[in-house]
């Protein structure tokens, strides 16, 4: 049997750190995932640091946790697959269609080497209403339509469906990611 994982992406941060207690308070995760580039100016007060204290006053220790600084989700995705192993569980605390970018993105990671086999992913569903309903679209089809390797975003040539994601996700979420 592996390790359980919960992963929580930044951004809407209320109902993930809402669905993270309820995951945490079932007793089975054994680490805490966070996610989300953070420009180190931009650190406090960020989304990414409103879950890490939430998460901590709840009561998880900090060698519980593991902050992985991934741009967007496919650079989560391969820093997941550093870190997990065959029989590892994710449990993405997200909405129904980022979760679903996820699994296109993880399947893609296998495909290339570079996400371990066998891991079960799961979701941790929050609501999902207009705003991520859009993002989620554009991510999916983003996902779904590239055949590319994956790879960091440094080492990526910025496409339109970069630019257009980037700018809906500034106007959703604003500039604390």
Same mark, same amino acid.
């Given at each position: 049997?592996?390790?359980?994982?919960?992963?929580?992406?930044?951004?809407?941060?209320? +109902?993930?750190?809402?669905?993270?207690?309820?995951?945490?308070?079932?007793?089975?995760?054994?680490?805490?995932?966070?996610?989300?580039?953070?420009n180190?100016?931009?650190?406090?007060g960020?989304?990414?640091?409103k879950?890490?204290?939430?998460?901590?006053?709840? =009561?998880?220790? +900090?060698?519980?946790?593991?902050?992985?600084?991934?741009?967007?989700?496919?650079?989560?995705?391969?820093?997941?697959?550093?870190?997990? $192993?065959?029989?590892?569980?994710?449990?993405?605390?997200?909405?129904?269609?980022?979760?679903?970018?996820?699994?296109?993105?993880?399947?893609?990671?296998?495909?290339?080497?570079?996400?371990?086999?066998?891991?079960?992913?799961?979701?941790?569903?929050?609501?999902?209403?207009?705003?991520?309903?859009?993002y989620?679209?554009? =991510?999916?089809?983003?996902?779904?339509?590239?055949?590319?390797?994956?790879?960091?975003?440094? $080492?990526?040539?910025?496409?339109?469906?970069?630019?257009?994601?980037?700018?809906?996700?500034?106007?959703?979420?604003?500039?604390?990611?």
């Amino acid at each position: 049997m592996g390790l359980e994982y919960l992963v929580i992406p930044t951004g809407w941060e209320d +109902p993930r750190i809402k669905r993270a207690k309820k995951e945490l308070d079932k007793d089975y995760i054994d680490n805490v995932v966070i996610t989300g580039y953070v420009n180190r100016e931009k650190l406090v007060g960020s989304n990414r640091q409103k879950i890490y204290k939430a998460i901590r006053e709840h =009561g998880v220790k +900090p060698s519980k946790m593991r902050i992985l600084d991934g741009i967007d989700s496919e650079e989560d995705v391969l820093y997941l697959g550093r870190i997990l $192993n065959q029989k590892d569980t994710l449990y993405f605390d997200t909405f129904p269609l980022h979760y679903l970018e996820y699994k296109t993105l993880i399947n893609k990671a296998i495909r290339d080497g570079k996400f371990p086999k066998g891991v079960n992913v799961k979701i941790a569903s929050i609501g999902q209403g207009k705003m991520e309903l859009v993002y989620g679209i554009l =991510g999916l089809l983003e996902e779904v339509f590239k055949r590319r390797r994956l790879d960091y975003k440094k $080492n990526r040539r910025e496409d339109n469906w970069d630019k257009i994601k980037q700018k809906i996700r500034r106007l959703m979420l604003g500039n604390k990611y």
